[in-house]
Nanobody, 121 residues
């Protein structure tokens, strides 16, 4: 069974940084594109960033371009999200996801438990 475990969230002031990690197991990590999504209460889950299976291409939501960086280490079965210049509107539960990238990211229905990111003003 696919397992995804997010970590690294917390409380940070606006302008600060956090680095999220997602440890993946029970599937061949290097075969899949990966992504980070986020969801706030009352809002739909949105794609934040995606990365191709080999890490050669990335894609970002307009709201985080220039501030967030997605990366992966296939040897460690881990995907990361470096978040800089955080804003209060970045407050959400962040989830990692596996899928495929064919011009754009297509998620599969596998999710971790999420990690809470709270950005204070």
């Amino acid at each position: 069974q696919v397992q995804l475990v997010e970590s690294g969230g917390g409380l940070v002031q606006a302008g600060g940084s956090l680095r999220l990690s997602c440890a993946a197991s029970r599937f061949i990590f290097s075969r899949y594109a990966m992504a980070w999504y986020r969801q706030s209460p009352g809002k739909q889950r949105e794609l934040v960033a995606a990365i191709t299976s080999g890490g050669g291409n990335t894609d970002y939501a307009d709201s985080v371009k220039g501030r967030f960086t997605i990366s992966r280490d296939n040897a460690k079965n881990t995907v990361y999200l470096q978040m800089n210049s955080l804003k209060p509107e970045d407050t959400a539960v962040y989830y990692c996801n596996l899928g495929r990238y064919s011009g754009s990211y297509y998620p599969y229905d596998y999710w971790g438990q999420g990690t809470q990111v709270t950005v204070s003003s």
